[in-house]
């Protein structure tokens, strides 16, 4: 059995954005080795999800909408005692926080329309993505 | 290690269905011949989740106008131009859109009511779910 | 390939709960003896969520209260016939069902406020959580 692990960087000039990551992954999986396994996508950042949807903008805008109008960025919420991130870490609930994908032929094994996002919901500072890639 | 790779296809008749496809994960896993390992069962289309629930007709008409309530079908999503199925990318990652499970002894580790469901929130066209198998 | 299987076994005292859980999935990975691969933590009932968040009591005030909003405990649910348990099997889908996480150099790897919770939403009863190992 191979692992493989990397520890990427973002660091959005936005607070709350949406960064399209497929190919990263893939060079993680090139970088690898593995033929055939699985990728771990793991935000390490609790205001962070990773999903895996649509490269679509408009569907990025209905996101937000949803998500504001659901869990409002700025409203009372206990854990908001010195901070305001209280939203950010339901959010990254509601979109689920992490994803695995699986590794076939070398390459991410995708349907036509999957690409992998990081979803950045208390951004402008450094945070990192574990990616774990078992396999052979 | 050993791996297997199976796509199932799904074609509902209905344009929201949850379809019960424990049994067809578990025969994946006898063809696999795993024994010890995990399973991942990742729709690749982006309007499906795959999830982990109790076989309960009522709760899945519960699902059904819980999402509807929190994100309904027909609203105004910016998504929307030339398709109508904002909503249903968004449930899917309201309800978690993949699922992984163990198994041992060459079976899928169950809890007494856990059962594996295809939710189509688009269908009545063909689509696929990647079943990946790794393990000894 | 190594493989480990755990089940830890839980009793909350109150129905709706959140249990610190990151020592105990650390001791599972110590007792495995795998170095590097994958920790799958799946609660085997489905009233049940496995998530990673902050470990702050305020936040998880705010989880109640905002499930409770969007999706009332007590309220007319088709699934609750004989049992009042509709909202609870909702609330563990939106808040995400289960979890992987990496182990690297023998240990979870995990971001600086990275803590496994055991979420119950219907407690005062023993239940299962399935922790399945593999690495080497």
Known sequence: ?????????????????????????????????????????????????????DNESGLIED??????????YKDNYAHNVGEDNAAAHIWRQLMGHQVTMAITNGCLDLGPWEQIFYCEFEGIRKKRVLVKIIGE
């Open 1 to 53: 059995m191979k692992s493989f692990t990397k520890y990427l960087e973002f660091n959005t000039t936005k607070k709350i954005d949406f960064v399209l990551i497929t190919d990263k992954i893939q060079k993680c999986i090139f970088d690898s080795g593995v033929k055939e396994g699985i990728v771990l996508v793991n935000p390490m950042h609790i205001t962070v999800a990773v999903i895996v949807n």
């Open 63 to 72: 996101y937000k909408r949803v998500l504001e109008r659901l869990v409002p």
